[in-house]
């Protein structure tokens, strides 16, 4: 079956502008992570989703950062004012199961270039 | 707190060499997940292997294996007779179901890069 997708998979924008980075996860998978992977660096998790709701967004580093899961299925990190340190690989995870019990598998990733 | 420690930064050997990626790891929880992924130079996070705390046991797949010891808080990993498609950055990873990690999201430990040359 198909895996997590993400688009775009390249975004570059200007200091200042607002973007928004979209995932789809697995079919069926109930839980959705978004993390942020910088350069020669692990991921770092960002939020969780537990159907529509934002379970757990003690990753945001701040209040620029937002995201929703509406319908439980598609998810959209948006970013507002970007800065140059926003700059990274924005990765997106799905699972299915209890929180910490399904394995996250992962998309292929949104790089993200803030100039 | 808890935390995943990758020592090895980068690991270069030569085709068919066996090689081990170490992995040692902190937690308070009693009940606990560790992953490893591969992330090939494509940059899309391959799932290899997740184990939970109660299961020490240790697992082959094919030329992969992985060694699980909770005295020492390890979970390290094997290639045998290595090849150059292996050649990735190889993530450790944790998350817990009590203290650490919230609602289930990954620790990571920081990678290391494993070159495979011909």
């Known amino acids: 079956g198909a895996g997590v997708s993400q688009t775009p998979s390249n975004k570059v924008t200007e200091k200042g502008k607002y973007v928004e980075l979209r995932c789809d996860p697995i079919?069926?998978?109930?839980?959705l992570y978004w993390y942020r992977q910088s350069l020669g660096q692990g991921p770092e998790f960002l939020i969780y989703?537990?159907?529509?709701?934002?379970?757990?967004d003690s990753g945001l580093p701040n209040d620029r950062f937002f995201a929703v899961r509406p319908e439980g299925s598609v998810s959209t990190l948006k970013i507002q004012r970007t800065e140059r340190g926003d700059s990274a690989v924005y990765l997106c995870a799905s699972s299915t199961g209890l929180a910490g019990v399904g394995t996250q598998y992962f998309g292929p990733g949104t790089r993200l270039t803030v100039l | 707190a808890q935390k995943v420690t990758q020592a090895q930064t980068e690991i270069s050997v030569v085709e068919k060499e066996d090689v081990t990626l170490d992995c040692v790891y902190e937690t308070r929880d009693t009940t606990y997940y560790l992953f490893w992924y591969k992330q090939p130079p494509s940059g899309e996070l391959v799932f290899l292997i997740r184990r939970n705390s109660f299961d020490e046991q240790n697992e082959i797949s094919g030329r992969y294996s992985w060694n699980f010891q909770k005295s020492t808080s390890s979970f390290n990993f094997t290639i045998t007779a290595s090849q150059v498609v292996d050649s990735a950055v190889y993530f450790c990873a944790l998350t817990g179901l009590n203290y650490g990690g919230s609602q289930g999201n990954l620790i990571f430990g920081k990678g290391t890069k494993l070159s495979v040359k011909p």
């Open positions: 079919s069926g998978h109930t839980a």
């Open positions: 989703f537990q159907g529509t709701g934002a379970a757990d």
